[in-house]
């Protein structure tokens, strides 16, 4: 009876090993059935891109990199290591790229192996980790661990199970790609409604500008682009100064290049050549630096970015020149259609310019008014030129020859003086002050401008030549046009 007792519970204990037995099967065949619907054809299908609410990637030495997506399954920003990038400054290309070959991965072959062995395959300090959290709660996990000693395959491991995979080197390929591959090349994209002011200084030649933005002119159906250079001098910006600040607002990156901080020198980073600040109307301020040329680039850092990188110096034309060299050349400015009165002094003789275009704005139009001294002085010469037009130009297209930016002369023995009124009712005045016998400095305003001009501005008679007159020597020459003009408003030197 008692053998009969034992061999019961003998068969007892077996029922119940049996039973705990087929559990554990039952549950190692669920899971790999589980793990087994995520393969086909030798491919791990991580997650769909319309069930991520996020993905994590980490590496071996506590990198991460956070991507994030909205509602419409697209990638809203990436968070690197708690620096947050928005959509604005992501290369999307390179960012579904390479979340198609990370959610997707294809292996050669797998194995079971003992918790024991993870030392063998570099899987207990995981070269990186990867977690795919859904939209319902739910994540899904993978780890990486060592290369195989041929290179040619990565051993990998799904949500801590068992079974390793050796996964295409590929996939190793995209999880150590550099974190900058993720942000697109534009440095900047900025409107110029967006800026209040734009400061540049140049390290070796102590030149420096600052300019902010003026309304758009417009000019029939063109939009002109306008610049106000304030410093060193209060000038409009030239064309080669708006190419320049139209490339910035739109600076594009050649490449990312990883500079460390102790190299920085080596890159001309320690002491930029190139500094710019760009000050924002929302208040915000960008600060850019860039070295001098070296190997064909310039090497930057930008305070909305933080990397190093270098750009094409193409894409910066201009860069090297000086202030002077980035401002319109002309003294002082004016166009028929904003000036109403000049009045000139030079010498002992005093002369009035009147304008006042027609309603339609065309010069030839009978209520349009030009006279010199309230003499009409739209005559022409047999070849079409306006003898007005050349008094005219000579005044408002008068080059500066070269700037002086530290000279302190004084306003005494005024040469030449220009009064000049605007149809806005802006007034200019220009005085020319003698530099030696073939010089003046200029003072606007009765402030010296920094503007040197030559002496051929007021006394240079170019002959037959119809232009670059002095403008004392354009007004004698308008002068004699009108006082031997013929019936039809027609001179010709004799």
């Known amino acids: 009876m008692n053998e009969k007792k034992k061999l019961g519970i003998l068969a007892a204990v077996f029922l119940v090993l049996v039973i705990i037995l087929s559990a554990v099967l039952i549950k190692k065949y669920m899971d790999k059935k589980n793990i087994d619907s995520k393969l086909e054809n030798n491919v791990v299908n991580v997650c769909n891109r319309e069930d991520l609410k996020s993905l994590s990637v980490v590496g071996a030495k506590g990198d991460k990199t956070l991507f994030t997506f909205d509602d419409s399954n697209i990638v809203s920003k990436i968070t690197y290591n708690d620096k947050e990038f928005s959509e604005s400054m992501l290369n999307y290309a390179e960012v579904n790229g390479f979340l198609d070959q990370v959610l997707h991965f294809s292996f050669r072959n797998s194995f079971e192996a003992e918790s024991a062995d993870d030392g063998k395959?570099?899987?207990s300090s995981p070269s990186y980790t990867v977690v795919a959290?859904?939209?319902?709660?739910?994540?899904?996990?993978y780890s990486t661990?060592?290369?195989l000693s041929t290179k040619n395959g990565l051993y990998a491991r799904i949500n801590g199970e068992s079974t390793v995979y050796v996964a295409a080197y590929s996939?190793?390929?995209n999880l150590s790609s550099r974190f900058e591959n993720f942000l697109n090349r534009t440095l900047l994209n900025l409107e110029r409604s967006d800026v209040k002011q734009i400061t540049f200084d140049r390290t070796s030649t102590n030149d420096r500008w600052v300019v902010k933005p003026l309304p758009d002119k417009v000019n029939s159906v063109l939009v002109e682009a306008r610049y106000q250079v304030t410093y060193p001098m209060d000038r409009e910006a030239n064309n080669t100064l708006k190419i320049l600040l139209a490339s910035l607002l739109r600076l594009q990156i050649a490449q990312y290049v990883p500079i460390a901080e102790e190299d920085m020198a080596?890159?001309?980073l320690d002491k930029p050549?190139?500094?710019f600040v760009i000050q924002l109307v929302n208040g915000e301020e960008i600060k850019l630096s860039l070295s001098m040329e070296l190997g064909g680039y310039y090497y930057g850092i930008c305070s909305n970015n933080p990397y190093t990188f270098r750009i094409n110096p193409?894409?910066?034309p201009g860069m090297n020149l000086s202030s002077f060299d980035l401002i319109d050349s002309y003294v002082i400015h004016g166009y028929l259609n904003d000036v109403s009165l000049v009045e000139v002094k030079i010498k002992d003789t005093t002369f009035t310019l009147e304008c006042r275009l027609s309603d339609t704005m065309s010069f030839e139009s009978q209520d349009t008014l030009f006279q010199l001294d309230k003499r009409n002085a739209r005559i022409y010469s047999s070849s079409g030129e306006c003898y007005g037009l050349l008094l005219f130009g000579s005044i408002f297209n008068m080059p500066v020859s070269r700037v002086d930016y530290e000279a302190q002369p004084e306003l005494k023995n005024v040469e030449a003086f220009i009064h000049v009124l605007k149809t806005n009712g802006e007034s200019i005045d220009l005085k020319l002050v003698p530099l030696g016998d073939s010089e003046y400095y200029c003072f606007i305003n009765d402030r010296y401008s920094g503007f040197i001009v030559d002496r051929s501005v007021l006394y240079k008679d170019n002959g037959y030549d119809m232009s670059d007159f002095g403008i004392?020597?354009?007004y004698c020459l308008t002068k004699e046009a009108i006082d031997n003009k013929d019936r039809n408003d027609i001179y010709d030197r004799p």
């Open 121 to 123: 395959y570099g899987l």
């Open 133 to 141: 959290e859904k939209k319902d709660g739910t994540t899904y996990s």
């Open 145 to 147: 661990g060592d290369l």
């Open 171 to 173: 996939l190793y390929q």
């Open 266 to 268: 080596s890159y001309g």
């Open 273 to 275: 050549e190139y500094n």
């Open 314 to 316: 193409a894409t910066l």
């Open 472 to 474: 004392w020597d354009a």
